[in-house]
């Protein structure tokens, strides 16, 4: 267990729909990252956050969003869901905001767009 | 242009073997990271290892060495004594960039790893 949690586990949707998946990081982790796998796209790093403050950014889509509180969870919406978001959506965390520091991964949150 | 390569997709290794599984990066830049990270088949990432490109020593974890050649451009994951529980999806990854919002993390197709009692 690497202290990372992220609900739901599962999510199947509709196209057109919109989803907010949760992250909490480890207690003490300042930094939350969102990657998404999938079949086609592989391993793909979306974005940053560091102490509430988007840090980086990756190969996140415009109809994604995502935002970190002041309690240091995170969330990531996906909206005008299309079948090629199909994919698992991992959270990591880790304590400063350098990608150096070793990141801890939650179990991750499988999307399936219908 | 691919910016990290893995070449092996698929690999065995016979348990208490060593395995080296290849990557190799391309980057303009003089600053970046490398990683290696591993997905048993549950699903889970696991960050294994990490390399400075400044880091004049190779990374070592346990069993998990990183051989980085800088000039060849590659970080090989080095795994001594295969043990069953080795079998998983490995990823290598780079960060690119300084520290401010244009750094990227690109991962590799990744290898997949089978070890044979």
């Known amino acids: 267990d690497s202290g990372v949690t992220q609900t739901p586990k599962h999510l199947i949707t509709a196209t057109g729909q919109r989803v907010t998946l949760r992250c909490s990081p480890r207690s003490g982790d300042l930094s939350v990252y969102w990657y998404q796998q999938s079949l086609d796209q592989g391993l793909q790093f979306l974005i940053q956050?560091?102490?509430?403050?988007?840090?980086a950014k990756g190969n996140i889509l415009e109809r994604f969003s995502a935002q970190q509180f002041p309690d240091l969870h995170s969330e990531l919406n996906l909206s005008s869901l299309e079948l090629g978001d199909s994919a698992l959506y991992f959270c990591a965390s880790s304590v400063g905001d350098y990608l150096s520091y070793e990141q801890y991964f939650g179990p991750g949150t499988r999307l399936t767009v219908t | 242009a691919q910016k990290i390569t893995q070449t092996q997709p698929g690999m065995f290794v016979q348990e208490k073997e060593a395995v080296t599984l290849d990557c190799t990066y391309d980057?303009?830049?003089?600053?970046?990271?490398l990683f290696w990270y591993k997905q048993p088949s549950s699903g889970e990432m696991i960050f294994l290892i990490y390399?400075?490109?400044?880091?004049?020593q190779n990374a070592t974890e346990g069993r998990y060495s990183l051989n980085f050649q800088k000039a060849r451009k590659s970080a090989n994951l080095v795994i001594s004594a295969s043990q069953l529980g080795d079998s998983a999806m490995y990823f290598c990854?780079?960060?690119?960039?300084?520290?401010?919002?244009?750094?990227?993390?690109?991962f590799g197709s990744g290898t997949r790893l089978l070890v044979r009692p």
């Open positions: 990854a780079m960060r690119e960039g300084q520290g401010d919002s244009s750094y990227k993390l690109i």
């Open positions: 956050y560091y102490n509430g403050e988007e840090r």
């Open positions: 980057t303009s830049d003089q600053s970046y990271g």
């Open positions: 390399q400075g490109s400044y880091d004049e």
